[in-house]
């Protein structure tokens, strides 16, 4: 009888021990299937698909009449107005395109700013003598492409608020300089000081402050650029993006930027 009950007792448990397997693998199978399932075999199609990255950089071309979204006749290019490059990808919280960022100018006197096209209305051309290369073509121009709005940035910070990310003032050590804090500035000192990158190569000056309600200088206009007083765009930075330097005297701004950079950044239209 003993022996018979141990029987019994290890049937059971090999009972036991089969179903908790048959359960630990249908547990294993249906966690592996929740966890999959964002996941999908996808082959890149050429002709169908593009990388974002791709994108970034393009050339934009503006054209008066309409594009059709065909090969690229053989003199089709020259009738283009080449406006600007596409500086970033805007998506919705669902994930689809909504805009692309492009900064226009550089054509009649105009100083770069970044404007939003609808990704709707950006038109795909292939070129016909390679099939894979295409260009990217709005119907406008080139007036439509200068009234366009400013993009800008929605963050909470000043220079955010103006369209760019807020600089870190540059550390500067020059013989006979000494670094001025903000509560010794005048706008006498400011108006008309040379501003200056990090290798002391000249940016442009700084022709207008702005105050505060309380009366205190806050910002600073940067006129960079341009050649005799022509040509020039406005920036606008504020005081604690900047090094100021004082030798008897004399005045030096720095900022941790480069002539190109600061002209890439939004015009400050007063």
Not at 16 to 25: H, R, S
Not at 132 to 143: P, R
Not at 158 to 177: E, K
Request: aromatic residues 6%; without cysteine; proline residues 2%.
């Amino acid at each position: 009888m003993l022996h018979t009950k141990n029987k019994a007792t290890h049937s059971k448990t090999m009972q036991f021990l089969a179903t908790a397997a048959t359960a630990l693998v249908l547990g294993t199978s249906a966690y592996a299937d929740a966890h999959t399932t964002a996941f999908m075999e996808f082959k890149f199609d050429a002709a169908q698909n593009l990388n974002a990255s791709e994108l970034i950089g393009m050339r934009v071309y503006a054209s008066e009449s309409d594009i059709a979204n065909e090969p690229l006749a053989a003199d089709g290019e020259k009738e283009w107005d080449d406006i600007g490059e596409i500086n970033e990808i805007v998506l919705t919280r669902s994930g689809e395109v909504s805009s692309v960022i492009v900064g226009v100018g550089g054509f009649l006197s105009i100083g770069e700013k970044d404007v939003a096209i609808d990704m709707s209305q950006l038109q795909i051309v292939a070129d016909q003598d390679d099939a894979d290369d295409f260009f990217l073509v709005i119907k406008a121009n080139v007036a439509g492409v200068t009234d366009a709005p400013s993009y800008t940035r929605a963050d909470t910070d000043m220079g955010s608020s103006m369209g760019r990310s807020t600089l870190t003032p540059p550390m500067i050590n020059r013989d006979g300089y000494e670094a001025v804090v903000i509560e010794q500035l005048t706008s006498e000192m400011l108006t008309g000081a040379r501003v200056y990158g990090l290798n002391d190569e000249d940016v442009g000056e700084i022709s207008e402050l702005l105050l505060a309600v309380d009366g205190k200088i806050e910002r600073a206009v940067i006129d960079v650029g341009g050649f005799l007083g022509m040509g020039e765009k406005p920036v606008a930075v504020t005081l604690e993006e900047l090094t100021i330097m004082q030798s008897e005297g004399d005045v030096r701004v720095y900022i941790e930027s480069t002539q190109e950079a600061l002209e890439a950044q939004p015009n400050y239209d007063g």
